[in-house]
């Protein structure tokens, strides 16, 4: 199923001309159509789940329920982010003649959208970061269309996923040409080459997202792309936490990296544990208990049959379970190497392996994971389990840990992702591409929005949350004071 | 004057070493850095504005007297915007076990700096872009060690600046590493390159920033690249507006392309006026007025040479003023053409001409001025002159006008470029190569801070901003609500 020339011109033409309809559009508008598409969605799921299934190997419940769940709350969500308005960040300054540096004139700032944004969809979330998914999400919300480069994994539920949300945009009101689905490589390449995109979003591999990133930074007019790409996500197990938890602490664990069949950017695929810890045991029951389980999809199976290969033969690692898998059933694997080994390994054991596989680093103190933590690459999260009198230890631990990643847990597991407005998705290279946005929560619409500052304009010629009055009453800075 | 491979290794080196240093450190801390920093410039002023004289050839008065005055201000602006403290976008989301999409936990954002940032410095504006200027000023703010490329232009004015702004930095009790000044295109490129560089800022021409562009993302770890490049400007004048005040308007137009020899990235260089207006004669009179100035040195006056020449023989432009200039001395250079013709001729004329030129096109229409609205790059600016009676017809623009630029004005000059909460110095490529930020104002700290978010913390382990307490007092959103 490949989108062709003629269709993907027909597709970003009507984005481009409806990009000016959205930008007139008022946020009020557009909270009333996300809710329409959430609630087309959630109607929907009847049809979408099952087909969801057929084509990811994910269960249906609680995983596809729970993800559309996610996808639609995530829709409403943003809608109440613009009926709040603060992502406006309206901001103004009345003329001030005495101003330090010289005579202020009236000025006031607020955002426009970017432009007609392409999304690509990845294939580990068929809903949540697929055709109506975050970026989706984030994008029309904050008043871009949106062209969306379903993935291949799930190209069946991809059209009729876009069929349903392009319905409900329309019948809520939003113009032609706001959402689109294309398919395939080359019209999504097309796509980011194309001068009338003006912002890029992925969520998948590091090649893939680094070979379209070099893409659309060398374009002509080079714009921004918002790329969610690898992460290894280390787990740090202190020795308090093996002593007072151990066995509850291994076994969420083995529930983290399995779960999905590892199939997570959040998978904890490096776990420190102390050197002389005593959960070998408990980890091979738990790891022997999880049941095979069907990955994504045939490339997915082959890059992690090649990964996890490269591990098993790897003279550096001690196997602590590596089963052999049914045709395509697959059980997790899991590894450990002592810190000084894994340091001495290089790149090979630090690259993330997409797939229930683990590596359990075992360090002789705090100074050797120090070491190790420093020789990382960052990634989107970093967790730490310890016993809360083990503070002052962890705190010594945090700066390190701080620029590893973009969110930091506590005696928790990063696979789970909530969506709220402190959510924090993203992380430097190649966690992202663009290390101060986030690509999962209420703060990933500011990637699609451009400051436009009004200086000495007529009010009636302002937008209305610059206008003298506040007529929409948005939170705003009136010179220099929070109202 | 170049710095050679050790003393750049050193800078370097020390600049990383402070990073986690300055990440430690707490906004009222920065705070207290910056005002020692402008009250040391200030004090400095008697020997470093006839350095920046000499260099520059710009006069001491009013122009680099008001610029460090700009500088030092800026510096103090940042300041408030640390004891402020919303830059820290602090979000705390408290566990919710009745959140929509499932079961929340408690998660806290805030942000951390970059790390080391390198800034490069612009030719024009020898204290306000410059060692002590805006990029800066803001990454010192946000906590970013900063390795500053200097300007060639000016060589001697950067290490004395870099020295007192060292010195003060230092006797404030900031880490040594904080702050370096470098020399020579070999460093600077080596610096963008460096891995323990985490983002650039630039101030300078497209091809110069397109080209340390380049290099940032094609890096094995691609950094942002925050580049303010280059901008045409250009500036409508309704036929009610000619009317009324059409000889205010023409001498200000004059005032402003003239400005500083026409050495300013706002220069007006595209001037709609309605076709018969009456104004030549006032606009070769006003041109004919001011005297020849010097230029910023000989690279900008070779550029300025070439750009004007080519301007000279154009077959579409009518000369309206091209003066003969002294061996050193330029004087301001005006040409006009049709609408039709400007837009046949292509890109020559749609190009910035750095120095004091500037093309007045003449538009039979609304129709018309649209039409070559849409065909113009975007850049930093867009300027209206026009009556209260056209608003309508001005509104009709406003679409346009907000896709070509940052910053649109009324019945103003682009020329000056107020430094405050609402000011928004950037725009879509070419103007900038980082359309969603701005380089000028409060709002420039955001391009060196990155988000992190805290899962399930102890709170004596969390950042202060996040506190359950709030121990700092900084405006956040808690559980969706402003406080």
Known sequence: METDANELQRVIGAA??????LAASTPVERAAWLRAAADALDEAGPELIPLAAKETHLPEAPRLRGELARTTFQLRLFAEVLEDGAFLGATVDHAD???PMGPRPDIRRTVVPIGPVAVFAASNFPFAFSVAGGDTASALAAGCPVVLKAHPGHPELSTRTGAVLREALAGAGAPAGVFDVIHGVEAGVATVKDARIQAAAFTGSVPGGRALFDIAVSRPVPIPFYGELGSVNPVIVTPGAVKAR??????GFVGSFTLGTGQFCTKPGLVFLPEGHDLSDVLREAV???PGQR??????????????GHLREHPSLTVLAAPTDDENLFRPSLFTVRAE??????EVL??????????IVTYAGQGELLKVLDELEPGLTATVHAEDDEVEEVRALLPALTRLAGRLLWNDWPTGVTVSWAQQHGGPYPATTAPTTTSVGTAAIDRFLRPVA?????DTLLPPPVREANPWGVPRRVDGRRD
């Open 341 to 346: 080994d894994f340091l001495a390994a290089g």
């Open 295 to 308: 990955m994504l999809n045939e490339r997915i199976e082959g890059g992690f049959r090649s990964g996890v």
């Open 350 to 359: 630090r690259t993330e392996c997409f797939g229930p596989a683990s590596i």
């Open 16 to 21: 481009a001309e409806a990009a000016p309809k």
């Open 246 to 251: 151990g066995t509850e602490v291994a076994k």
């Open 288 to 290: 022997g208990a999880v």
């Open 97 to 99: 003649p005495e101003w």
């Open 454 to 458: 009004f200086q000495g304009f007529p």
